[in-house]
């Protein structure tokens, strides 16, 4: 009999299977797909992705949803970007504290509005994805964050290169991730959402304090925005307070839900993740190359998430018959 | 032991029943008391910013705006009470205008482009039913991703571009019946029949019975899958008629037609104290809840408040609304 | 009898439990010593398993005390009992299915910060050495999502040995394990118990508690009515034991006349659950079905109305064969359901009593689709009268009732809907006694007026004094049909406890 690790591996490697394969079939129609520069376009386009769909996943792994990212990643990056030109002098890398500090400050909100009001998290994302943009707009008085206010230097680490020509963010989006599987694998914390998550019943039975885990997991999701948030200022060098962050957390549930993320809770790895979002990078890459007009994005996302719910869905129908034949009489 | 037996006994023993509450208790403790009052203080606030707020045609005109989103309110309201929900209309709405737009601009004529629309809009439905009935998929996952995928292929029908739809297919928010732009006589008409329908039919009641109770409505022969996909149906069908209406009132179509639509359609509902859980709510709470949005919004304009603070209410509101309503309700029950 | 025996290892003083004002559990004194296996007995809802769960924190006791070898202590959740050295194995023991095996061993036991590393190394190492000393082969690195019952129980005992329990509570534990598996279980609790640890076990098979146990205490409604060394006890003192109660005068069902078959079914089987079920209920007839809980008599009921239909097997109502493929078209048959758990399936809690009554007839209540209040309210008015449901008014949420009236509605949701076939499943559980000897009148007059009535209930009493017939299930298979004149608490019981022998050609 197979085990649940089994098929999850089986399951990361079909991922795989699925990028080589969509990346050999453009390629032979646009040999220029398969070449290195191409690789780093892919690879540009992810880091964002990347290190929100490592706090997506933690939230959905709990059994819980975030769709505030987006407007938590635009309200963390307008404050860096409000700094920036208000106080130039400041030292610039304190945009990232001041990011990742809002952002977690965010996402604690959700926390505490799911655990204290014991709200479904969908409505009150829901809620908070409109409060957050909001609060965007007023903050900035509506304005954009233009590129002359943005330092340099920070704008850099999306250009210069510490090695192999590839840009800092992408070394930083990957260090998110090795730190995630860390903390999901070998810290308490990370492995009582897995439990929380796996049978939220039982959880307080086994001394797991369901309140704790859920405001942390929260925070985790929001700093992260706050992260990628400061990261799209390095990138695109501007802050928009209607642009930046807008159906981010879209791309971000598409990625994690092909990574094998169940939505049911406590299933769901890190290396599944990140082939989840290299695969959506790809896809976008290919987009432009094979003259398909950017405007199928959304649509692509949408199937995505739809076909990897329908592959869940039966990857468990399967499960149960198995454990039904198994069982007496 | 009782010997009464030609009437219920009206006294009970203690530890057969809790002693009923009492008649106001049940009239006034309730959501929807809550949303008419806040309409009132609402209107009271708003008359004393401008004197536009006593002008029932102002009031009306700008519900015209609201009015499509007001609409799948309504029909939204009952599938919540199913317990189930769907946030896909506002995507809905713009994949079926798209889809009629493009329709009539290839020179398919205009009964056909609109039978396009509404078609679109009950497959639509019908695809996010298949996937929560038949799949057995949480709807509210099943329909952040059908949002996304709808709205996707609107933007892939329309591209960036706006469609124009004919002159005379203009304006049906300048459409006066008695007086009243015809957006807000529908959706007057309609509440009173989805009011009627969910408070005096069959098909309502056991819309009650399956978001209390979907096991227990299932062992007493209600046809659960069916009720929800009818369900389904209709929410497609109103979004997709909301969506022509929209066309009709903007004069062209784009992708992003009733973007974040959906958020204004759930705060209705909440509004005016639908239980997210499921089993309660009613019409006349989305129908007042409906109203009140109107008078905050137009409040903000008139008292001249960024757009951007009317995000923030509307997000504060929503989660505002469900801890309130939450909380009527656990009162009401012990 | 025990003067000269050491320090008990738990004893337990005066335990008593209340739920929702109904006593499940009355002053139950017990000592539990070192190094022994005591089995626990009783029918079901005899307390047993609720006074278990209070040793074991799932529950608190309305009162008494419990002492730890000597020590008065308060176990107020399983966390505590847990650091008390108490685990109780349930029968689906509770596991997060996404961790792995080494995993559901500690959680809950560690210390340290949230930061803190996990251990994985030395964690597996502990996980294999106790997998080892149970000497069951499970790969601990595998997650516990499709483990088999059997070794999920290994893991919860390899658990309580990880926390070094000194008292192991096994609840049924033998229910779904294959003969071997209950082997090697019986072995490692041998094994325990020559380590001076202490175990509570709850069986209904009474070979079972013979082969393993030292001590047997046996419960009956509520109560401990004995404590013994099980050699002293022959089968038939336990089961008199279990059972004596005085039989209650009931007051039986009116002579009726018994008419035609109304419910033939024939081979009736649904994989997993039952098969082989074949039986028919007469116009006028009361047949029981009893069995212990989780023979599949739920099961059968369920297949019948069509909640979950059966793959075999035929079902004729009134001589015609039928297939029923969900409870609207049962309901159409002529056949009414109340299942077992009303909380589940049964009210629509926070819904009035008149609509929660009016639920499975829309077509009495309305014409054309349109609901007619008055004719509602006169049918909830009618039905309160009949079954005398005592209640402040029609308007108030169901759950506002006791069980008793909450019970009576929804047999009165079923009467307005004329039902032919009468399928009740335990339909006195959790009611007052008083408000029982109604519902027997009710039954007895429903058989009177011709209906075919088909009686699940645990309670042999209630059986006895109510079955033209008596059917037994065990372990998905009838296993007897006893005759008015035959059936007594005994042959009931003797059909109705398995035999755990043939389980593999089952399987």
């Given at each position: 009999?197979?085990?649940?690790?089994?098929?999850?591996?089986?399951r990361?490697?079909?991922?795989?299977?699925?990028i080589?394969?969509?990346c050999?079939?453009?390629?032979?129609?646009?040999?220029?797909?398969?070449?290195?520069d191409?690789?780093?376009?892919?690879?540009l386009?992810?880091?964002?992705i990347?290190?929100?769909?490592?706090?997506?996943?933690l939230?959905?792994?709990?059994?819980?949803?975030?769709?505030?990212?987006?407007?938590?990643?635009?309200?963390?990056?307008?404050a860096s970007?409000?700094?920036?030109?208000?106080?130039?002098?400041?030292?610039?890398?304190?945009?990232?504290?001041l990011s990742?500090?809002v952002?977690?400050?965010?996402?604690?909100?959700?926390?505490?509005?799911?655990?204290?009001?014991?709200?479904?998290?969908?409505?009150?994302?829901?809620?908070?994805?409109n409060?957050?943009?909001?609060?965007?707009?007023?903050?900035s008085?509506?304005?954009?964050?233009?590129?002359?206010?943005?330092?340099?230097?920070?704008?850099?680490?999306?250009?210069?290169?510490?090695?192999?020509g590839?840009?800092?963010?992408?070394f930083?989006?990957?260090?998110?991730?090795?730190?995630?599987?860390?903390?999901?694998?070998?810290t308490?914390?990370?492995?009582?959402?897995?439990?929380?998550g796996?049978?939220p019943?039982?959880?307080?039975?086994?001394?797991?304090?369901?309140?704790?885990?859920?405001?942390?997991?929260?925070?985790?999701?929001?700093?992260?925005?706050?992260?990628?948030?400061?990261?799209?200022?390095?990138?695109?060098?501007?802050?928009?307070?209607?642009?930046?962050?807008n159906g981010?957390?879209?791309?971000?549930?598409?990625?994690?839900?092909?990574?094998?993320?169940?939505?049911?809770?406590?299933?769901?790895?890190?290396?599944?993740?990140?082939?989840?979002?290299?695969?959506?990078?790809?896809?976008?890459?290919?987009?432009?190359?094979?003259?398909?007009?950017?405007?199928?994005?959304?649509?692509i996302?949408?199937?995505?998430?739809l076909?990897?719910?329908?592959?869940?869905?039966?990857?468990?129908?399967?499960?149960?018959?198995?454990?039904?034949?198994?069982?007496r009489? | 032991?009782s010997?009464?037996?030609?009437?219920?006994?009206?006294?009970?023993?203690?530890?057969?029943?809790?002693?009923?509450?009492?008649?106001?208790?049940?009239?006034?403790?309730?959501?929807?008391?809550?949303?008419?009052?806040?309409?009132?203080?609402?209107?009271?606030?708003?008359s004393?910013?401008?004197?536009?707020?006593l002008?029932?045609?102002?009031?009306?005109?700008s519900?015209?705006?609201?009015?499509e989103?007001?609409i799948?309110?309504?029909?939204?309201?009952?599938?919540?009470?199913?317990?189930e929900?769907?946030?896909?209309?506002?995507?809905?709405?713009?994949?079926?205008?798209?889809?009629?737009?493009?329709?009539?601009d290839?020179?398919?004529?205009m009964?056909?482009?609109?039978?396009?629309?509404?078609?679109?809009g009950?497959?639509?439905?019908?695809?996010?039913?298949?996937?929560?009935i038949?799949?057995?998929?949480?709807s509210?996952?099943?329909?952040?991703?059908?949002?996304?995928?709808?709205r996707?292929?609107?933007?892939?029908?329309?591209?960036?571009?706006?469609i124009?739809?004919?002159?005379?297919?203009i304006g049906?928010?300048?459409i006066?019946?008695?007086?009243?732009?015809?957006?807000?006589v529908?959706?007057?008409?309609?509440?009173?029949?989805?009011?009627?329908?969910l408070?005096?039919?069959?098909?309502?009641?056991q819309?009650?019975?399956?978001?209390?109770?979907?096991?227990?409505?299932?062992h007493?022969?209600?046809?659960?899958?069916?009720?929800?996909?009818?369900?389904?149906?209709?929410?497609?069908?109103a979004?997709?008629?909301?969506?022509?209406?929209?066309?009709?009132?903007l004069?062209?179509?784009?992708?992003?037609?009733?973007?974040?639509?959906?958020?204004?359609?759930?705060?209705?509902?909440?509004?005016?104290?639908?239980y997210i859980?499921?089993?309660?709510?009613?019409?006349?709470?989305?129908?007042?809840?409906?109203?009140?949005?109107?008078i905050?919004?137009?409040?903000?304009?008139v008292?001249?408040?960024l757009?951007a603070?009317?995000?923030?209410?509307?997000?504060v509101?929503?989660?505002?609304?469900?801890i309130?309503?939450?909380?009527i309700?656990?009162r009401?029950?012990? | 009898?025990?003067?000269?025996?050491?320090t008990p290892?738990?004893?337990?003083?005066?335990?008593?439990?209340?739920?929702?004002?109904?006593?499940?559990?009355?002053?139950?004194?017990?000592?539990?010593?070192p190094?022994?296996?005591?089995?626990?007995?009783?029918?079901?809802?005899?307390?047993?398993?609720t006074?278990?769960?209070?040793?074991?924190?799932?529950?608190r006791?309305?009162r008494?005390?419990?002492?730890?070898?000597?020590?008065?202590?308060?176990?107020?959740n399983?966390?505590?009992?847990?650091?008390?050295?108490?685990?109780?194995?349930?029968?689906?023991?509770i596991?997060?299915p996404?961790?792995?095996?080494?995993?559901?061993?500690?959680?809950?036991?560690?210390d340290?910060?949230?930061l803190?590393?996990?251990?994985?190394?030395?964690?597996?190492?502990?996980?294999r050495?106790?997998m080892?000393?149970?000497?069951?082969?499970?790969?601990?690195?595998?997650?516990?999502?499709?483990l088999?019952?059997?070794?999920?129980?290994?893991?919860?005992?390899?658990?309580a040995?990880?926390s070094?329990s000194?008292?192991?509570?096994?609840?049924?534990?033998?229910?779904?394990?294959?003969?071997?598996?209950?082997?090697?279980?019986f072995?490692?609790?041998?094994?325990?118990?020559?380590?001076g640890?202490?175990?509570?076990?709850?069986?209904?098979?009474l070979?079972?508690?013979?082969?393993?146990?030292?001590?047997?205490?046996?419960?009956?409604?509520?109560?401990?009515?004995?404590?013994?060394?099980i050699?002293?006890?022959?089968?038939?003192d336990?089961i008199?034991?279990?059972?004596?109660?005085?039989?209650k005068?009931?007051?039986?069902?009116?002579g009726?006349?018994?008419?035609?078959?109304?419910?033939?079914?024939?081979?009736?089987?649904?994989?997993?659950?039952?098969r082989?079920?074949?039986?028919?209920?007469?116009?006028g007839?009361i047949?029981?079905?009893?069995?212990?809980?989780?023979?599949g008599?739920t099961?059968v009921?369920?297949?019948?109305?069509?909640?979950?239909?059966?793959?075999t097997?035929?079902?004729e109502?009134?001589?015609?064969?039928?297939?029923?493929?969900?409870?609207?078209?049962?309901?159409?048959?002529?056949?009414?359901?109340?299942?077992?758990?009303?909380?589940?399936?049964?009210?629509?809690?926070?819904?009035?009593?008149?609509h929660?009554?009016?639920?499975?007839?829309?077509?009495r209540?309305?014409s054309r689709?349109i609901?007619?209040?008055?004719?509602?309210?006169?049918?909830?008015?009618?039905?309160?009268?009949?079954?005398?449901?005592?209640?402040?008014?029609?308007?108030?949420?169901?759950?506002?009732?006791?069980?008793?009236n909450?019970?009576?509605a929804?047999?009165a949701?079923w009467?307005?809907?004329?039902?032919?076939?009468?399928?009740?499943?335990?339909?006195?559980?959790?009611?007052?006694?008083?408000?029982?000897?109604?519902?027997?009148?009710?039954?007895g007059q429903?058989?009177?007026d011709?209906?075919a009535?088909?009686?699940?209930?645990?309670?042999?009493?209630?059986?006895l004094?109510l079955?033209?017939r008596?059917?037994?299930m065990?372990?998905?298979r009838?296993?007897?049909?006893?005759p008015?004149?035959?059936?007594?608490?005994?042959?009931?019981?003797?059909?109705?406890?398995?035999r755990?022998?043939?389980?593999?050609?089952?399987?």
């Open positions: 009999m197979t085990t649940l690790a089994q098929i999850m591996r089986r990361e490697a079909g991922i795989a299977l699925m080589i394969l969509f050999l079939a453009v390629g032979a129609y646009k040999p220029q797909f398969l070449t290195l191409s690789l780093r376009i892919i690879l386009l992810t880091p964002l990347m290190i929100g769909a490592m706090g997506q996943m939230v959905i792994v709990a059994r819980h949803v975030d769709l505030s990212m987006g407007s938590m990643m635009a309200l963390a990056a307008m970007g409000m700094m920036f030109r208000y106080a130039p002098e400041v030292w610039w890398p304190l945009g990232f504290l990742i500090g952002g977690m400050a965010l996402g604690l909100i959700n926390g505490l509005l799911v655990t204290a009001f014991r709200l479904p998290a969908i409505i009150v994302t829901l809620g908070t994805l409060l957050y943009r909001g609060l965007t707009f007023i903050m008085d509506a304005k954009q964050i233009d590129r002359q206010y943005v330092p340099s230097a920070l704008k850099a680490m999306s250009q210069t290169s510490p090695i192999l590839i840009p800092w963010i992408i930083m989006s990957f260090g998110v991730a090795l730190l995630t599987c860390w903390f999901v694998m070998h308490r914390i990370g492995r009582q959402i897995y439990a929380l796996s049978n019943v039982a959880a307080p039975l086994r001394g797991i304090d369901v309140t704790r885990v859920t405001l942390i997991v929260f925070a985790i999701s929001g700093a992260l925005s706050g992260l990628a948030g400061i990261m799209y200022a390095s990138r695109w060098g501007f802050v928009n307070p209607s642009n930046t962050g981010f957390e879209f791309q971000v549930i598409a990625a994690v839900v092909i990574g094998g993320v169940s939505i049911n809770g406590g299933v769901g790895t890190v290396l599944g993740t990140v082939l989840g979002v290299i695969l959506l990078g790809c896809v976008a890459a290919a987009l432009p190359l094979l003259g398909i007009p950017g405007t199928t994005q959304n649509a996302y949408g199937s995505v998430i076909v990897a719910l329908m592959i869940d869905r039966l990857v468990r129908l399967q499960g149960q018959k198995r454990a039904l034949t198994g069982a009489v | 032991m010997t009464d037996t030609s009437a219920p006994p009206r006294i009970a023993v203690p530890r057969d029943a809790a002693p009923p509450r009492p008649a106001w208790h049940v009239l006034l403790v309730r959501p929807e008391t809550m949303t008419l009052t806040l309409l009132v203080i609402g209107i009271f606030a708003g004393l910013l401008s004197e536009f707020f002008d029932i045609n102002y009031i009306l005109k519900f015209t705006i609201s009015a989103f007001a799948v309110a309504l029909v939204l309201t009952m599938v919540i009470i199913a317990g929900i769907d946030l896909s209309p506002a995507a809905n709405m713009a994949l079926s205008a798209c889809l009629f737009a493009w329709a009539q290839a020179g398919l004529g009964p056909l482009a609109i039978a396009i629309g509404l078609g679109a009950l497959l639509m439905g019908l695809f996010n039913g298949l996937m929560v038949a799949l057995q998929l949480p509210i996952i099943v329909t952040i991703g059908t949002l996304i995928l709808y996707g292929l609107a933007q892939v029908i329309a591209g960036d571009k706006s124009r739809v004919p002159e005379w297919y049906v928010d300048k006066m019946v008695a007086g009243i732009p015809l957006p807000v529908i959706f007057i008409g309609l509440s009173l029949v989805l009011g009627l329908v408070g005096m039919t069959i098909f309502g009641r819309i009650y019975l399956i978001g209390t109770n979907e096991e227990a409505a299932k007493a022969g209600i046809r659960t899958r069916r009720i929800k996909m009818t369900l389904f149906l209709m929410m497609g069908l979004s997709a008629f909301a969506g022509l209406m929209t066309a009709s009132r004069g062209s179509v784009r992708y992003d037609l009733g973007l974040g639509g959906e958020l204004q359609m759930v705060l209705m509902a909440m509004l005016g104290g639908t859980f499921g089993g309660r709510g009613t019409i006349l709470g989305t129908f007042l809840a409906a109203w009140l949005l109107v905050v919004s137009t409040g903000m304009i008292a001249n408040v757009p603070w009317q995000l923030c209410v509307l997000g509101l929503l989660i505002v609304s469900i309130a309503t939450n909380f309700y656990s009401t029950q012990r | 009898m025990m003067a000269d025996q050491p290892m738990l004893s337990a003083r005066g335990i008593s439990k209340q739920f929702a004002g109904v006593e499940v559990l009355s002053d139950v004194d017990l000592d539990l010593m190094g022994e296996i005591h089995a626990l007995l009783g029918e079901n809802g005899a307390g047993k398993s006074f278990a769960k209070i040793i074991a924190g799932v529950h006791p309305t008494g005390t419990l002492a730890l070898n000597g020590a008065a202590v308060e176990v107020t399983p966390i505590v009992a847990q650091r008390l050295g108490i685990t109780l194995i349930h029968q689906e023991p596991s997060f996404d961790l792995t095996v080494a995993e559901n061993l500690v959680l809950g036991r560690q340290g910060a949230p803190s590393r996990v251990p994985w190394g030395r964690m597996e190492q502990d996980a050495r106790l080892h000393l149970l000497g069951v082969e499970i790969d601990v690195t595998r997650t516990m999502r499709g088999s019952i059997a070794d999920q129980q290994m893991v919860e005992i390899a658990r040995l990880a070094d000194r008292l192991i509570i096994m609840d049924e534990p033998t229910a779904p394990l294959t003969p071997k598996e209950v082997a090697t279980l072995t490692i609790a041998r094994r325990l118990r020559d380590e640890r202490t175990i509570i076990f709850i069986s209904h098979r070979e079972e508690v013979r082969a393993l146990c030292d001590r047997v205490t046996i419960f009956r409604d509520g109560a401990k009515v004995a404590t013994d060394t050699a002293n006890l022959t089968d038939a336990i008199r034991l279990m059972i004596g109660r005085p039989l005068e009931y007051m039986h069902k009116v009726t006349v018994i008419g035609d078959v109304a419910l033939k079914v024939d081979g009736l089987g649904r994989a997993g659950l039952f082989d079920i074949s039986f028919t209920v007469r116009k007839e047949v029981g079905l009893g069995g212990l809980v989780g023979a008599r099961d009921a369920r297949a019948l109305f069509g909640v979950a239909p059966a793959d097997g035929r079902i109502v009134n001589g015609r064969e039928v297939r029923i493929a969900d409870p609207t078209e049962a309901i159409a048959l002529g056949l009414a359901f109340v299942p077992e758990d009303r909380a589940q399936a049964g009210i629509f809690r926070s819904l009035s009593v008149e929660n009554i009016s639920a499975a007839v829309p077509g209540i309305a689709g609901i007619r209040r008055a004719l509602e309210k006169a049918l909830a008015v009618q039905s309160v009268a009949k079954l005398s449901i005592r209640l402040a008014t029609l308007r108030q949420p169901i759950g506002e009732l006791s069980g008793g909450q019970q009576k929804i047999l949701r009467l307005l809907t004329d039902p032919q076939v009468l399928i009740l499943d335990e339909p006195t559980r959790g009611i007052d006694i008083g408000v029982k000897a109604e519902f027997y009148d009710m039954i429903l058989a009177a011709g209906r009535i088909l009686l699940i209930s645990s309670e042999l009493p209630e059986l004094a079955c033209d008596v059917l037994v065990a372990e998905g009838l296993t007897a049909e006893l008015r004149g035959v059936a007594t608490q005994e042959t009931i019981m003797q059909a109705a406890v398995p755990s022998a043939p389980r593999e050609a089952a399987a």
